[in-house]
């Protein structure tokens, strides 16, 4: 089918006008079925539509690899496309446990639950749920109760042994590479039993939605983001065990640069995929390779020095180490400012650290949000990025509405920094005046602190590292929002 439209067009020019036709994109609307079932309709460029399928079969979490699809028919109707999906008997059984229908108002409360379960199911999921408007006005059959956590399985015994074998070999020229539940207390700990034993190093994704940090928590090294640095910190090993997390691939796509981050001819074994229960495995094999029943005590540092002179990457990651409190919540999406803070509180009191999932950006600010909601008790500190807090901003309007004790450290670059780097690396050394353009983030230039008091938060602006440690221990003093826009230009 062509992804276009006829139609006619007149030019007017000096001389007169002129008549032709002209081609324009035109889109279409695809229809989804899965064996039979109706599930999305869209609008589309009816270009490609096998690769729109499996691609959006595949961020729907509809299949797990193009494997689950047995067949594909694309079919042309008279006012759009049906794409025909025929799954496999397993990717069928898993659509039908994701798929739950309203069976009438009066069921409306259980299906939250079953969504809230479905959504909490390990890893975690994306669960839709379809609510007719009749549940609006119809009497409800009373509130739901809670449905117990669902457990995630455990992993095989042989997986355990395979990773045993692998460490006891391989000792310090070996590494488990941690993500998900693993980065939580109990699979750090047991990841510090595992490294005390066998000599194998700890690392971490580059972006892990959450780890436990600093006090006694033990330390854990974060792949660097730039492909060929994750490359050569890889390269040190010779074998790679996977705990709760899938082999690491770069952000970006670069010409002769392979995707996948762990060097050839490592052997990489996954002990628990991210579905799996990572906690009880590390556990498990603490115990299989003898390790001792705790981890060795971490020494403890004195209060980091507070930075002193310009704000930069360094000065302002070290501010954070240095004033953050006991129990702090850190939400980094502070993009090319936030890559020394990781190394700078490694010593810094115990505390969670949030990271941008995905590369979607615009996360930090209403992840930050839901933690404060979630976490009335603890400090929020959201470390934040100018150009991707420009997706989110309005997250500042909540936090004041609703009294939350975030601290929003704002990186004010005025830039798309990392897209400047990236422009770089990929040889356009002199950007063109459409290119920096396109990277900037002036012209208007975006006022911080004005942007947050139009939305209820009141705010500071600093220039230096002196400045930012003073605002930022008083901030972390006073209940409620505040912004603290750091001038880094
Ligand atoms: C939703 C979404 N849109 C666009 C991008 C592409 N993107 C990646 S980084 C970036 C800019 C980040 O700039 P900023 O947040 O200011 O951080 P800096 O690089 O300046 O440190 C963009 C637009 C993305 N990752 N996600
Ligand atoms: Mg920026």
């Not at 494997?67 to 794409?83: H, P, Y």
């Not at 919540?329 to 990781?342: H, N």
């Not at 930090?364 to 909601?373: D, E, N, W």
Request: charged content about 20%; some cysteine.
């Amino acid at each position: 089918m062509e992804p276009a439209l006829v139609v006619p067009r007149r030019i007017w020019r000096k001389c007169g006008s002129s008549s032709g036709n002209r081609s324009i994109p035109e889109e279409t609307a695809v229809a989804l079925t899965y064996n039979g079932g109706t599930y999305a309709v869209m609008m589309t460029t009816p270009q490609d539509l096998e690769d729109f399928a499996i691609g959006f079969s595949l961020s729907e979490g509809v299949i797990n690899s193009s494997a689950d699809v047995d067949s594909l028919d694309i079919v042309g109707l008279d006012d759009g496309v049906e794409l025909r999906i025929w799954l496999s008997k397993p990717g069928a059984i898993r659509l039908r446990e994701r798929q739950r229908r309203i069976a009438g108002p009066t069921g409306c409360g259980l299906c939250g639950i079953e969504s809230i379960a479905e959504a909490m199911r390990p890893p975690g999921h994306t669960s839709t749920l379809i609510v007719p408007s009749d549940c609006q006005w119809s009497e409800a059959g009373g509130a739901a109760g809670p449905r117990p956590a669902v457990a995630a399985p455990a992993v095989p015994e042989s997986a355990v042994r395979a990773a045993a074998e692998i460490l006891r070999r391989d000792g310090a020229k070996s590494v488990l590479f941690m993500g998900g539940w693993a980065l939580r207390e109990r699979g750090l700990k047991a990841a510090a039993r595992i490294a005390a034993a066998s000599g194998c190093r700890l690392m971490c994704e580059t972006f892990p939605a959450r780890v436990e940090r600093g006090g006694a928590m033990p330390p854990v090294e974060k792949l660097p983001y730039f492909p060929e640095m994750a490359l050569e910190a890889m390269a040190r090993f010779s074998s790679v065990v996977l705990a709760g997390t899938r082999a690491p691939v770069a952000f970006f796509g670069y010409p002769n640069m392979p995707s996948v981050l762990i060097p050839q001819g490592r052997s990489v074994t996954t002990l628990a995929t991210p579905e799996q229960d990572v906690a009880l495995a590390l556990e498990a094999l603490a115990d299989l390779i003898g390790a001792p029943k705790t981890a060795p005590a971490r020494a403890a540092n004195g209060p980091a020095a507070r930075p002193a002179g310009a704000l930069d990457a360094t000065t302002i990651g070290a501010a954070i180490a240095a004033l953050m409190p006991e129990r702090a919540i850190v939400m980094d999406e502070a993009a090319t400012t936030g890559l020394p803070f990781f190394g700078a509180s490694l010593s810094a009191p115990t505390h969670t650290y949030l990271a941008l999932t995905g590369g979607a950006i615009g996360q930090g600010l209403p992840c930050a949000t839901g933690a404060a909601v979630a976490c009335p008790d603890r400090r929020v500190i959201s470390f934040q990025a100018d150009g991707s807090a420009m997706y989110t901003v309005q997250a500042l309007w909540t936090q004041a509405r609703e009294g939350l004790n975030v601290t929003t450290l704002l990186c004010n670059n005025r830039r798309y920094r990392i897209l400047q780097v990236e422009l770089g690396r990929a040889g356009v050394t002199e950007p063109g005046p459409k290119a920096r353009s396109l990277t900037s983030l002036g012209l208007p230039n975006l006022d911080w602190v004005a942007l947050a008091k139009g939305m209820g938060v009141p705010g500071a602006r600093v220039e230096t590292a002196e400045a930012l440690c003073q605002e930022l221990e008083r901030a972390l003093k006073e209940p409620g929002p505040k912004l603290i826009e750091m001038m880094m230009i």
